[in-house]
């Protein structure tokens, strides 16, 4: 140890030119490094980084050596050695860390990959939280933050913490649109797809995993994944509207009859009753957090099959008791009048609750009936504009209307000569051939 020390101040002493210095200290670092095994390498490695950034040594050699030793050296050592000397190397570097920007990134980088490999998820995002990305003096591509953040959001979503990984991709939101790198683009997306099912926002996590599965650029295989995660998510979705404009988008794509939740879709989609058994069966599907339970004592996967049901028993009765809803639906009458009141309350359901006689009576929708209106409504806006153009042109209107009248009779004049000459040649062939 003493020996290597005193090389190193001695090199230091000498008045090297920085060429000089730099080959003089990596021939001493070669020489520490010819056996990983010794006990005392790690020692020796941690002098020569007291020695590197000493404040006698000049900028420029300094932080060609700290990179050296990040990027030559520190990945031939085991990963707990290997991670000690990176987090030495940044501890002494921290009070100067201003000068050193490209060396923390690279130490912190390189310990992030440790923590990763180790599946270390919390320990590799913090790592990298640290690196000066907004802070840095020199100005970074917006592709290389970008990829940062993008990691860091994947990090924490990997340990199962939305919060922290929707910071770092909000962040990465002002930046998504400068970049022309496809590869972070949809990178981008499926991070905010899985923070939209953390968040249970699952008709909108079902569009992102759906668009992600018609990226060309993905593998099929990345392809299948992400429509599996949008029938899944689809399917928790709270009943409503969107989640069955989302479930019918999903049934008519062919390749979702390949995914094991197919079946699921398929029932739910045809507003079929949805049983026990088969609830059992697609929640050996979801992943942990989607079988959280909610705030009513139900899961995620109960209420929105609660949900289903109920939307499924409006198809078919015009009314129906509580007490009798909740048979169906397997829970208490009361639970059922709450779930059916709070979905007539969101628009979810058609209908209202008759709470003297215990009663849900369902409405038919009145979609087709908003339709019909608002095609009446447009007729009647064309009447009175052809009304008001006839008002002030009178003559105009009169010889276009001529006109049309004159083109729709030898029309009708042409088909009506068409249909005869038909007959007549058919009636012709039949005498010819009698």
């Known amino acids: 140890m003493t020996s290597i020390a005193e090389q190193l101040q001695q090199a230091v002493n000498k008045g090297l030119s920085h060429k000089e210095l730099i080959d003089k200290f990596k021939s001493i670092l070669d020489e520490i490094t010819q056996d990983f095994k010794e006990p005392q390498t790690i020692d020796h490695l941690k002098k020569f980084l007291d020695a590197v950034v000493d ?5 420029v050699a300094s932080r060609q050596l700290l990179t050296d030793v990040c990027t030559s050296y520190l990945n ?17 570097i921290a009070a100067r860390a201003i000068s050193f920007e490209d060396q923390v990134g690279h130490y912190r980088t390189f310990l992030a990959d440790i923590y990763e490999r180790e599946e270390n998820w919390r320990e590799a995002a913090k790592v990298l939280c640290g690196a000066p990305l907004e802070s840095a003096q020199k100005p970074l591509s917006s592709d290389y933050k970008l990829k940062t953040y993008l990691r860091i959001a994947r990090l924490y979503l990997e340990d199962d913490d939305p919060v922290q990984a929707e910071v770092f991709i909000n962040r990465a939101s002002l930046l998504q649109n400068d970049t022309k790198d496809e590869e972070l683009q949809i990178l981008y997306r499926a991070c905010y797809a899985r923070i939209l099912d953390y968040k249970r926002k699952f008709v909108e996590a079902a569009q992102r995993y759906n668009e992600l599965s018609l990226k060309s650029v993905i ?97 078919i009765y015009t009314n129906i008791t509580f007490a009798e809803l909740g048979g ?3 829970i208490p009458s009361e639970k059922s009048e709450k779930i059916a009141s709070q979905m007539i309350s969101e628009g979810r359901l058609s209908g209202f609750v008759d709470q003297i006689e215990s009663v849900l009576h369902f409405q038919a929708s009145e979609q087709l009936a908003q339709w ?44 009506h000569d068409a249909q005869m000459t038909e007959t007549t040649s058919t009636t012709v062939k039949s005498m010819d051939i009698s």
């Open 55 to 59: 404040d006698k040594i000049v900028l």
């Open 76 to 92: 031939r050592l085991p990963s707990e050695q290997a991670k000690e000397v990176a987090l030495y190397a940044l501890d002494r």
């Open 219 to 315: 593998s099929g295989e990345e392809r299948m994944r992400a429509l599996d995660n949008a029938l899944i998510c689809a399917i928790l979705a709270p009943a409503g509207p969107h989640r069955s404009r989302m479930l019918g988008t999903l049934f008519k794509d062919e390749r979702s009859q390949r995914s094991p939740a197919y079946s699921m879709l398929n029932k739910m989609y045809l507003d079929r009753i949805i049983s026990p058994h088969d609830a059992k069966q697609f929640e050996s599907l979801l992943s942990e957090h989607q079988k959280a339970t909610t705030s009513d004592g139900y899961t995620i996967l109960q209420r929105a099959v609660i949900e289903h049901n109920l939307v499924a028993v409006s198809k």
């Open 328 to 330: 169906l639906l397997g």
């Open 372 to 415: 019909d209106r608002r095609i009446e409504s447009f007729c009647v806006q064309v009447n009175q504009l052809l009304d008001k153009i006839q008002a002030v042109h009178p003559e105009w209107c009169q010889k276009t209307m001529s006109t049309i009248e004159a083109k729709i009779n030898a029309a009708t004049n042409d088909e």
